[in-house]
Nanobody, 118 residues
Framework: QVQLVESGGDLVQPGGSLRLSCVAS????????MGWYRQAPGKERELVAT???????NYADFVKGRFTISRDNAKNMVYLQMNSLKPEDTAVYYC????????????WGQGTQVTVSS
């Protein structure tokens, strides 16, 4: 089992920045890729960015050039630096981890609210 806890969500003005953090615990050695997803009210959850254990990254088109995902394997942490925030970035942001421990499993954090508004 893997547990994920996010932090860093807040209310921020358009054009501002936030840094989300996610710490993993439990059987962390089974974790491969990690990522951030988001879900806005009335919408489906969508991928924001992913990062492999080797730090290969992938971004949704709508965040390219604005958001940066990073990872510290020694600390079992993944981060999302969000710059030039827009009102449409408002959502609950979820940390995700893909684990292989005799079988594949997908783990989620509880989410952290990001609100972009003036």
């Amino acid at each position: 089992q893997v547990q994920l806890v996010e932090s860093g969500g807040d209310l921020v003005q358009p054009g501002g920045s936030l840094r989300l953090s996610c710490v993993a615990s439990g059987r962390v050695f089974t974790i491969g890729a990690m990522g951030w997803y988001r879900q806005a009210p009335g919408k489906e959850r969508e991928l924001v960015a992913t990062i492999t254990r080797g730090s290969r990254t992938n971004y949704a088109d709508f965040v390219k050039g604005r958001f940066t995902i990073s990872r510290d394997n020694a600390k079992n942490m993944v981060y999302l630096q969000m710059n030039s925030l827009k009102p449409e970035d408002t959502a609950v942001y979820y940390c995700n981890a893909v684990s292989y421990d005799s079988r594949w499993a997908n783990y989620w954090g509880q989410g952290t609210q990001v609100t972009v508004s003036s």
